[in-house]
């Protein structure tokens, strides 16, 4: 089991900037891909990044914008947001597996990133 806890939401005014942290506890050591998924209200639940021993990939709307990286002890995992808009505005979700085949075993809580001037 993995337990997943993310920090570092809030407000940012658009283009500013977030980084959000994932941080892992629990059989870490075996997970094999972590990802940042996203719903805005009224919305689906979306990938926004994702993260492995294969590299990584990000939906199109982020990308050149958000970057998605690990900790060297890997048992964390960051997404920088830069040049935020206001269509950037959700829930954001931390999630990690231990499949080669899946990013979303496990889940974190959520933390709002809100992006209003």
């Known amino acids: 089991q993995v337990s997943l806890v993310e920090r570092g939401g809030g407000l940012a005014q658009p283009g500013g900037k977030l980084q959000l942290t994932c941080i892992g506890d629990g059989r870490v050591v075996n997970v094999k891909n972590w990802a940042w998924y996203r719903q805005a209200p009224g919305k689906q639940r979306e990938l926004v990044a994702g993260i492995g021993n294969w590299g990584a990939n990000y939906t199109d709307s982020v990308k050149g914008r958000f970057t998605i990286s690990r900790s060297a002890g890997l048992n964390m995992v960051f997404l920088q947001m830069d040049y935020l808009k206001p269509e950037d505005t959700a829930v954001y979700y931390c999630?990690?597996?231990?499949?080669?085949?899946?990013?979303?075993?496990?889940w974190g809580q959520g933390t709002q990133v809100i992006v209003s001037s």
């Open positions: 999630a990690a597996s231990e499949s080669y085949y899946r990013l979303n075993e496990y």
